[in-house]
């Protein structure tokens, strides 16, 4: 274990709740410790039964699922904060997989621990609600872009939403943001072919609406870009974390 609630990367993060001393001390008392996974490589596999779940502290990952012809959606993409492994908790195993796009650090919690944690801090449970509903949230848009927006419409709604939510997290210093997400992980996210991708992504960089280079992303105008994706006002309020 190589850290603890006292030095999170969380605790001095104001879009984050930080928890009270017994929390800290509850929460320490069931984590197992911390995990580092490279990237490109799986923190989750596709229909296993982890005995384990994680809170994402450093990096960026992805989920998605594979069909049995090879064909890849990606249902979203992880920032530091959140919760990994919360499906098979409530359904017995996992229906997608989680790659780390990044270097990752992870808190681990052992799953057969985590009612007798939350017992103990019911208002720290809230996060699981919390969670659920961004993310239900957030597929919901992105079945309005697969289904009526434009690649170019999509396309800003996804770097808008990814931009805000990176600096919720703390990832957006002096106008950028580390992004390690490839364009065909945007292009599986969207259902559009990688060489739409690659043509609509050209179009706003020539609008000077997108700035994305060598793993960083940068948004000169983020609120035009919003226009350009028909981004909703919806506000992301301050969350817990474990």
Known sequence: MTKNCEICPFSNNPAFVAPSKQECETVNLHRIGEMQVEAGCEILAEGSDPRRFFTLLEGQAMRYHTLEDGRRQVLNFLFPGDLIGLEPIMLGETSHAVEALSPVSLCVFDRTQIWQMFAKMPERAFMLTWQVAREEHFLGQALISVGQRS?????????????????????????????????????????????????????????????????????PDRDALARVGLVDSTVIKKRFYL
């Open 151 to 219: 690649a170019r419409e999509s396309l800003a709604w996804a770097f808008v939403s990814l931009w805000d939510r990176g600096q919720q997290s703390g990832m957006v210093e002096d106008g950028k943001m580390p992004f390690p997400v490839r364009q065909q992980d945007l292009a599986d996210a969207l259902g559009l072919s990688l060489v739409h991708t690659n043509k609509t992504l050209s179009r706003l960089r020539s609008e000077d609406l997108v700035v994305w280079r060598d793993g960083v992303l940068q948004l």
